[in-house]
């Protein structure tokens, strides 16, 4: 009778991963990938953005970096510009959003200015980087579908990939392939599509480490733009979580106070 019993839990569990649509299992290993990423808190981090054109001319800019979590939407951050001077001042403010498009101000101090970035501008390049401002906002679930393509490997590491597609119809993309570490769940390559549906940027992150004993951030994240030749280093260095940040330090107001 044991016997019988272990056949019949082994054929049910099997039926129910093929019963698995490729939707689902999608969607699945999309909310496990954010439920692993949730509870840190807030954190503040050091970044330098490495821009290269398609002639290998660089110009290098020093960043800070905040950001906080909100329970029952998407995350609050604020990315300041320190150098180089003609760029010193900048910054962007994000509110993500679960199932509504972000509300994104950036400051400009020369004109001592804080400029709303419509819905319809999301898709545009970030201060002449290879990152739209969408790219720049928290990576919800529910901002995209979601449908299972393969098991892979990639760079030795056992990995699904993932396709999601989109809900806003500002986005920039038609849809975009994610390589997610099977054992960590974090995402190690991510191709973007345009509305073209043609290969646009591909995006890969480097030197992972874990903070808290849970939480994995990338030290390195390059995105390389296919059809323009040009491309973007953000590294991040001197993460502190749980700093006690507060909603209060990330309002349209505070932008013009920041030094």
């Not at 954010?34 to 970044?47: C, E």
């Not at 905040?66 to 760029?87: A, H, N, T, Y």
């Not at 393509?149 to 849809?175: A, H, M, Q």
């Not at 099977?182 to 480490?209: H, Q």
């Amino acid at each position: 009778m044991k016997k019988i019993l272990i056949a019949l839990m082994v054929a049910l569990t099997s039926f129910n991963a093929l019963a698995e649509t490729p939707e689902e299992k999608g969607l699945a290993i999309a909310q496990e990938a954010d439920r692993r990423d949730t509870g840190w808190g807030d954190f503040q981090a050091q970044m330098s953005m490495l821009l290269k054109n398609r002639h290998g001319e660089e110009s290098l800019r020093q960043m800070r970096v905040r950001s906080l979590e909100v329970e029952g939407d998407g995350d609050k951050s604020l990315i300041v510009f320190d150098e180089p001077r003609d760029v010193k001042g900048t910054a962007l403010l994000t509110f993500s959003h679960k199932v509504k498009d972000d509300d994104q101000w950036l400051y400009l101090p020369a004109l001592k200015r804080v400029k709303r970035i419509a819905s319809r501008n999301k898709s545009g390049p970030f201060m002449g980087s290879e990152f739209a401002f969408e790219d720049l906002a928290s990576q919800e679930v529910e901002k995209y579908t979601y449908k299972y393509i393969r098991d892979d490997v990639l760079d030795g590491k056992p990995v699904f990939i993932n396709e999601r597609y989109p809900v806003s119809k500002y986005s920039g993309y038609t849809r975009q392939l994610v390589w997610v570490d099977k054992a960590e769940y974090i995402p190690l390559k991510v191709e973007f599509y345009d509305r073209k549906n043609a290969l646009l940027k591909t995006l890969t992150f480097k030197g992972y480490k874990q903070y808290l004993e849970q939480y994995w951030r990338a030290a390195e994240m390059f995105m390389e733009n296919h059809q323009t030749g040009k491309s973007t280093l953000l590294t991040w260095k001197d993460y502190k979580f749980r700093t006690g940040l507060k909603d209060s330090d990330f309002t349209r107001n505070s932008l013009k106070r920041i030094r």
